[in-house]
């Protein structure tokens, strides 16, 4: 009787360890053929990016399909590997109905406490659905400027001009600027002296922008012809004239730097003053229509 007990003893135990070895195998065949789904996914998708943005000329096109491809991609990753743990739960024995019960209930709670993050998240859905940012975009979000270097469902990281970088939360996001959306404008203010004839000064202008958009290495970022506005501020000690370009995304500020420095240069061949601050003193007169005299007095006492 003894032997037969341990013979069946064995026998489960052998039975026991064939189960475990199937469940395994089962569990590991499952994340392999999750792991060659996720990467024939990422694969396909990557592919399908390269298509589509070689069939696109606009680079706005561009950047909107490379943000969006990159949130299909992390979507269609979770998908894949959500469904890999609960067939693996399911292989294991494990009901998955009581675990999605209990997480759904758990997540209400953790919900209340936790509202800040999903404002984050449901923010960057939104945003990129919409389109409101691409990979490359020049932003404005909330006084913070920079360059968008990666933006997830939680996150926009900015690269500023000095190299910084800054972490912007997508429910933080309630005012944004997007400086390169399809085109910018180059606005671009130049003072002269009161005493100059500004008809002629914003001909000039307007000339040396004409010049500047018809050369080969400019005449591909400017996209229309040159709007002088004319005066736009009478300042303490110049006129301040406007002029604006439109331009290529993001090349305003090329432009810009550029056109001044050129209207400087023709300026100075003109004649025509671009004045430093300064200041007139006026005493004022009597009754009789005289003004009186400044004393000035010279350091060593002397008038």
């Given at each position: 009787?003894?032997?037969?007990?341990?013979?069946?003893?064995?026998?489960?135990?052998?039975?026991?360890?064939?189960?475990?070895?199937?469940?395994?195998?089962?569990?590991?065949?499952?994340?392999i053929?999750?792991?060659?789904?996720?990467?024939?996914?990422?694969?396909?998708?990557?592919?399908?990016?390269?298509?589509?943005?070689?069939?696109?000329?606009?680079?706005?096109e561009?950047?909107?399909?490379?943000?969006?491809?990159?949130?299909?991609?992390?979507?269609?990753?979770?998908?894949?590997?959500?469904?890999?743990?609960?067939?693996?739960?399911?292989i294991?024995?494990?009901?998955?109905?009581?675990?999605?019960?209990?997480?759904?209930?758990?997540?209400?709670?953790?919900?209340?406490?936790?509202?800040?993050?999903?404002?984050?998240?449901?923010?960057?859905?939104?945003?990129?659905?919409?389109?409101?940012?691409?990979?490359?975009?020049?932003?404005?979000?909330?006084?913070?400027?920079?360059?968008?270097e990666?933006?997830?469902?939680?996150?926009?990281?900015?690269?500023?001009?000095?190299?910084?970088?800054?972490?912007?939360?997508?429910?933080?996001?309630?005012?944004?600027?997007?400086?390169?959306?399809?085109?910018?404008?180059?606005?671009?203010?130049?003072?002269?002296?009161?005493?100059?004839?500004l008809?002629?000064?914003?001909?000039?202008m307007?000339?040396?922008?004409?010049?500047?958009?018809?050369?080969?290495?400019?005449?591909?970022r400017?996209l229309?012809?040159?709007?002088?506005?004319?005066?736009?501020?009478?300042?303490?000690?110049?006129?301040?004239?406007?002029?604006r370009?439109?331009?290529?995304?993001?090349e305003?500020?090329?432009?810009?730097?550029?056109?001044?420095?050129?209207?400087k240069?023709?300026?100075?061949?003109?004649?025509?003053?671009?004045?430093?601050?300064?200041?007139?003193?006026?005493?004022?007169?009597?009754?009789?229509?005289?003004?009186?005299?400044?004393?000035?007095?010279?350091?060593?006492?002397?008038?």
């Amino acid at each position: 009787m003894h032997f037969l007990n341990l013979q069946v003893t064995q026998a489960e135990l052998l039975s026991g360890l064939i189960s475990v070895s199937q469940t395994v195998a089962q569990i590991v065949l499952v994340m392999i053929v999750a792991w060659l789904v996720s990467a024939v996914l990422s694969r396909a998708i990557t592919r399908m990016s390269k298509r589509t943005r070689t069939s696109k000329r606009s680079a706005d096109e561009v950047k909107r399909i490379e943000t969006s491809f990159r949130l299909i991609r992390f979507v269609s990753r979770l998908v894949v590997w959500a469904l890999a743990v609960t067939i693996s739960l399911s292989i294991l024995g494990i009901s998955v109905a009581p675990i999605l019960t209990t997480a759904g209930v758990s997540g209400i709670a953790v919900g209340f406490a936790a509202q800040s993050l999903i404002k984050d998240y449901f923010s960057g859905l939104v945003l990129l659905l919409e389109g409101q940012l691409r990979i490359g975009d020049i932003v404005d979000i909330g006084g913070v400027a920079g360059q968008v270097e990666e933006m997830t469902l939680r996150y926009v990281r900015l690269r500023q001009l000095n190299g910084d970088v800054v972490y912007v939360p997508n429910g933080a996001i309630t005012n944004l600027t997007n400086k390169t959306t399809d085109y910018s404008m180059a606005v671009i203010d130049v003072g002269v002296a009161y005493r100059e004839n500004l008809q002629e000064a914003l001909n000039v202008m307007e000339s040396v922008a004409r010049e500047f958009a018809s050369e080969t290495t400019w005449s591909t970022r400017i996209l229309a012809e040159p709007e002088v506005f004319g005066v736009e501020t009478l300042g303490d000690s110049s006129v301040i004239l406007r002029l604006r370009l439109k331009v290529l995304p993001g090349e305003q500020w090329s432009i810009r730097r550029e056109y001044l420095h050129r209207i400087k240069q023709r300026f100075d061949e003109l004649g025509i003053e671009i004045p430093y601050p300064h200041l007139t003193l006026y005493a004022g007169q009597d009754k009789g229509g005289k003004a009186p005299a400044f004393r000035i007095e010279a350091p060593d006492g002397a008038e």
